[in-house]
């Protein structure tokens, strides 16, 4: 009998983001996206996955049970955030010197990524290609005595970047199929859809 003893979480690391180039027509392209942006501004990321089942019946019985995930949610706590890039997720029309926020509007999508550290100097490294800020907090209040923390939370909604639904792509240390030479800095050089293109990045690397 084999005792498996993994790793506990020991804490978030950095929040990586990068802004998606849409298509003319204003649809998402998985080829195209900015340049990936870093915050280490994490206090907590609460991940909601939302299952869907369905059971088929065939001859009077059970033949199966279909699960899908309908839809992604992390809840990410900062400490601070730049205003420019919520006012952008937003879709709030940045003018001259005005910013105007409230109208109708498509907001725009972006890849969200995120960093798990683990004791043993273990990590995952998880990209979410589709994303769109769902809703943010913006809660102040008045200073007192002492220092108090005043955090924001952005819910960001991530969507299926593929034909077959997903909505994330990870590498976690303890698996062993982790790629080997992989540094955190190669996995968010860009958003990820492919083991090819994370052969490339170990590849250029070296």
């Known amino acids: 009998m084999k005792t498996k003893k ?4 020991e804490t978030v690391g950095a929040l990586y983001y990068a802004f998606n180039t849409p298509k003319e027509n204003g649809d998402f392209d998985i080829t195209t996206y900015e340049e990936t942006l870093k915050a280490n501004v994490v206090k907590n990321i609460g991940t909601n ?3 869907e089942s369905v059971v088929v019946r065939a001859s009077g019985q059970d033949y199966e049970t279909v ?4 839809s992604i949610e992390q809840a990410v706590e900062v400490a601070a955030f ?3 890039d919520v006012a952008r997720m937003r ?5 001259k010197y005005l910013v105007k926020s409230g109208a109708p509007s498509k907001r725009p999508f972006f890849a969200f990524g995120k960093v798990v550290k683990k004791t043993g ?3 995952e490294y998880v990209w979410y290609p589709k994303c769109q800020l769902a809703e943010n907090t913006d809660d102040i209040a008045t200073s007192e005595d002492t220092f108090n923390e005043q955090n924001d939370t952005l819910t960001i909604k991530a ?3 593929d034909k077959e639904g997903n909505k994330s792509v990870r590498v976690n240390s303890e698996m062993s199929n982790f790629p080997e030479g992989l540094t955190e800095e190669m996995f968010f050089t860009k958003p990820l859809t492919s083991d090819d293109e994370i052969e490339d990045l ?3 690397g070296a």
């Not at 993994?6 to 979480?9: R, S």
């Not at 699960?67 to 309908?70: A, K, L, P």
């Not at 879709?91 to 003018?95: L, M, P």
């Open 159 to 161: 969507f299926s970047f």
């Open 6 to 9: 993994p790793m506990l979480k």
């Open 67 to 70: 699960s899908q995930n309908s």
């Open 91 to 95: 879709a709030d029309k940045i003018g």
């Open 82 to 84: 730049d205003p420019g």
């Open 202 to 204: 170990i590849t250029e």
């Open 49 to 51: 996955e939302n299952m």
């Open 121 to 123: 100097g273990a990590v």
